[in-house]
């Protein structure tokens, strides 16, 4: 039997601002624009306790709570975050399907082959590792199907796990309203009402199966198998393309300490080429974020000569970058991106006569010292060690580098 996770941020752009801005934890706010006629895009949990909610207007959510805080979007922001969010689930299984923005199916059935675990255990631990890097909270429904476990994932939320296996149909689906029912939409709601199919219970019954059939037409049987909690629809692997491989950190205090904010590109580069490495991407573009202000911030991108996840050339480039655009001003985030990733079985370029192809990959052949660092870096936390020769590439890196990271 096949295991499914179905992964969802809790209002999830909300609590992506409240991620970078701690200060706002506990209070009502909504996302949108300030302007009378803006409609909020999300709520956050305690706004929601007054009935406020998303595609409600805004002068009718002040009406509700006078004391709302309003903040305007930041969709860069977003998509950062939910990249990460769905490269944290890659560690888990590849067999991934990007359902939105904020939510992902996971196919976890050859995990559980491997690892016996119990599937509760691995969700929590799937959720604490989601919030102690991003510090955004998720649901996670557990079935057999991709329907089952996003039915799963909504009856909880913030941060719940559910699980429903085809013995719980009767206890746990049936009963809920059939407006909770995914895929049944406000306008069939009250005509199904109409026709007495008041539960999911009621539409998985088989003689009213005929009364359903002028309302979803060709999908009829579709919605009855669902009821039935049956869902043949597979995990679509080709949505799992990750675009970017990127990392970011907001400091606890604004910063314009250039030692301490070269030792955090340095973290960055780290963790970006780990996780490129791991799911065997390469790219030839990098780019850096400096954030001052929660409206200010700045991208820089660069194209390099060969495509690369090696984390000295990432680090060089960032500190390159950084170095071409900072003025000096105090930063409160930096961000390192590996952009328009590819695998490396795509790559298909001339080869220079003095390096060599492994897989087709382009990459500088490496040395023993080379490992040896690796393998050093790999086990040291404090110290990391790189040759002098890095420090000198072709005279672009400037000295101040060369005295700050001896």
Known sequence: ??????????????????SIHPELKGKPIVICRQSKRSIITTASYEARKYGIHSAMPLFQAKELCSHLVTVEPHFELYKALSQSFFEIIATFSPYLEVASIDECYVDMTEYFQKNKANPQDVAKTIQDKVYDTLSLQCSIGIAPNKFLAKMASDMKKPMGITIITNK????????????????????TQPKLIELGIETIGDLANYHNYEKIKPIFGKN???????????????????????????????????????????????????????????????????????????????????????????????????????????????????????????????????????EHVQDNYYISQKDKTDQIIEELNSSLDDIHLIKASSLIHKEKIQKKYIKNDE
């Open 220 to 354: 009829a049987l579709i919605f009855y198998q669902r009821a039935n909690g049956k869902d043949f629809s597979k995990i679509n692997y080709s949505k799992n393309e990750l675009k970017s491989v990127g990392n970011s950190t907001t400091f606890e205090t604004d910063s314009n300490d250039e030692q301490f904010i070269r030792k955090k590109f340095r973290d960055l580069s780290r963790e970006v080429s780990q996780r490129a490495k791991k799911r065997e991407l390469i790219s030839n573009s990098i780019s850096i974020t400096l954030k001052y202000t929660r409206e200010k911030s700045r991208t820089k991108q660069i194209i390099i000569e060969h495509y690369t996840n090696e984390e000295e050339i990432i680090f060089a480039t960032a500190l390159l970058l950084f170095e071409n655009i900072y003025n000096g001003e105090k930063l409160r985030l930096v961000g390192v991106s590996l952009n328009n990733v590819i695998h490396y079985k795509e790559l298909n370029q001339q080869i220079s006569l003095f």
């Open 1 to 18: 039997m096949q295991i499914i996770f179905h992964i969802d941020l809790n209002a999830f752009f909300a609590s992506a601002e409240i």
């Open 168 to 187: 719980d149909i009767k206890t746990k689906l049936w009963p809920l309203s059939i407006k909770d029912m995914i895929g049944v939409g406000k306008k």
